[in-house]
């Protein structure tokens, strides 16, 4: 009953690396979605992807990328990491359907970057 | 102005106390409203969806105001366990992706 699984669960970067976040979820729900959540702020979107072979920008894009390798799995890449995307990073999914279906999420990346 | 507004607290009560958070949504034509709950250095997890006729389970019971545009969640004799930042949670439209606008939370901490 694994839900939501995002890894790694900590990581430690330098400015200038990259990394991917990897999300993968197991109710075979339809749509996936990356957040990232800084203190005194709502969650704010990055990506998401409203089915398998489709990815859109969010609210916040700019220095991620993110690919939606099959129906379970989204990952989030950032190419050259800034302390300004150190942050605590959700990924989350939601079944298409009626409007009021809720999102469920993983249990979070926290990323610092130094 | 931000699009989905919440006082952030904190809210600190006793043991079995009421209290009430509300929320200000800007989209006047907003479809569909959730109150998330989010402990400490966790995931955000749904507590209920909230409906126009209003909708209770258990000790929390939600309201919408259309018209005021805001929302509101009350917990009846709080419990400990209740400490957590409440996220108040609109869809801004319906049909294409489900799309989720977050307010920044409310903090309770109930008290002994």
């Known amino acids: 009953n694994a839900g939501v699984t995002q890894t790694p669960k900590f990581q430690v970067l330098k400015t200038g690396q990259s990394m991917t976040l990897q999300c993968a979820q197991d109710m075979n729900h339809n749509s996936m979605y990356w957040y990232r959540q800084d203190p005194g702020m709502g969650l704010r979107l990055i990506y998401y992807?409203?089915?398998?072979?489709?990815?859109d920008k969010g609210e916040v894009p700019n220095g991620y990328n993110v690919s939606r390798l099959n129906k379970r799995e989204f990952s989030l890449r950032l190419e050259s990491a800034a302390p300004s995307q150190t942050s605590v990073y959700f990924c989350?999914?939601?079944?298409?359907?009626?409007?009021?279906?809720?999102?469920?999420f993983g249990d979070g990346t926290r990323l610092s970057i130094l | 102005r931000k699009e989905v507004e919440q006082d952030p607290g904190p809210f600190n009560v006793p043991e079995g106390a009421t209290v009430a958070f509300n929320c200000t949504y800007s989209?006047?034509?907003?479809?569909?409203f959730f109150w998330y709950r989010q402990d400490c250095r966790k995931e955000p997890k749904l507590l209920m969806s909230v409906y126009s006729s209003g909708n209770e389970d258990g000790r929390f019971t939600a309201q919408l105001n259309r018209a005021s545009q805001y929302i509101s969640l009350l917990i009846r004799d709080s419990k400990l366990s209740d400490s957590a930042t409440y996220l108040c949670v609109v869809r801004p439209f319906s049909g294409g992706y489900n799309k989720l606008i977050f307010g920044a939370g409310t903090r309770l901490a109930v008290h002994p």
């Open positions: 989209n006047s034509a907003s479809q569909s």
């Open positions: 989350a999914s939601s079944p298409l359907g009626p409007d009021n279906q809720p999102q469920h």
């Open positions: 992807s409203a089915s398998e072979g489709t990815t």
